[in-house]
Nanobody
């Protein structure tokens, strides 16, 4: 059983930065495609970013391209989401997820393809 624990959320002003972390236990993140999704109140969960099992390939939603960067440290079983130039529209609960089948695009952007999920960390961007 893989467990994912997110951290790093918080309250930040428009234009600020945050770095989210997601640590995996009970499995190794180097074996999975890892993804970040977010969900704002009253909205569906949406894809933010994913990274291949090797870390060689990253993918982003158009809404965060150029502002967010996903990375991983396989030795620490941890993935990161560096979020810069934050906007109020980025306010949401952010979840990391693991896909055991290591899917690439376009399947890696679909939440139902992910097998394990963290509990989420709240990001609030004030205007």
């Amino acid at each position: 059983q893989v467990q994912l624990v997110e951290s790093g959320g918080g309250l930040v002003q428009t234009g600020g930065s945050l770095r989210l972390s997601c640590k995996a236990s009970g499995g190794t993140s180097s074996s999975f495609t890892m993804g970040w999704f977010r969900q704002a109140p009253g909205k569906e969960r949406e894809f933010v970013s994913s990274i291949s099992w090797s870390g060689a390939s990253t993918y982003y939603a158009d809404s965060v391209k150029g502002r967010f960067a996903m990375s991983k440290n396989n030795a620490r079983n941890t993935v990161y989401l560096q979020m810069n130039s934050l906007k109020p529209d980025d306010t949401a609960a952010y979840y990391c997820a693991a896909d055991l089948l290591q899917r690439g695009p376009p399947d890696n952007s679909r939440a139902y393809n992910y097998d394990y999920w963290g509990q989420g960390t709240q990001v609030t961007v004030s205007s």
